[in-house]
């Protein structure tokens, strides 16, 4: 039978997932704000297309 950690060891595991998930939940946010900004510049981009105004900078 396998022996498991000690508990020191495995507190110690269980605080580097937490600060994992942490940093994956931080990390999916950033890119839905990200894909969130890039939709809005395309939509205002086409509607500058479509009015025959200026191309929309891609900055």
Not at 11 to 19: G, M, Q, S
Request: no cysteine.
């Amino acid at each position: 039978m396998k022996q498991l950690p000690d508990e020191s060891l495995l507190l110690e595991i269980l605080e580097i997932v937490k600060a994992a998930e942490a940093k994956a939940s931080e990390m999916y946010e950033f890119s839905k704000k990200i894909s969130h900004n890039t939709q809005v510049k395309a939509t205002k981009r086409e509607e500058a297309e479509q009015l025959g105004g200026q191309p929309f900078a891609d900055n």
